[in-house]
């Protein structure tokens, strides 16, 4: 399917150059997903920890929680954000 330049609000059909070095942008874009994903988690899970699993750890150090709590919760965010 041919793309098309919005030009002036005339519609100029793109050069076999410019399909070309598109499509090579395209699937640039779609072989980084992965990484992005995988980005997304790491931020996600590290957010999460700082939020909700790190004042757990030093709540369960000072005896203030039961063993185990924050462990329980690493867990269940490595779960709610998985690889």
């Known amino acids: 399917m041919p793309r098309y330049h919005n030009i002036d609000n005339k519609r ?10 598109r499509d090579a942008e395209e699937a640039a874009f779609e072989a980084e997903a992965p990484a992005r994903a995988a980005e997304e988690v ?3 899970r590290r957010a ?3 939020e909700e699993s ?6 369960e150090q000072r005896g203030e ?5 924050h ?3 690493v867990a269940e965010i490595k779960l ?4």
Not at 65 to 69: E, H
Not at 80 to 83: E, N, Q, T, V
């Open 80 to 83: 709610r954000f998985p690889k």
């Open 42 to 44: 790491q931020r996600n």
């Open 65 to 69: 929680v039961s063993a185990g709590t």
């Open 48 to 50: 999460a920890y700082q």
């Open 12 to 21: 100029i059909q793109f050069t076999p150059e410019e399909e070309s070095a």
């Open 71 to 73: 462990a329980a919760k």
């Open 54 to 59: 790190d004042p757990l750890f030093f709540e």
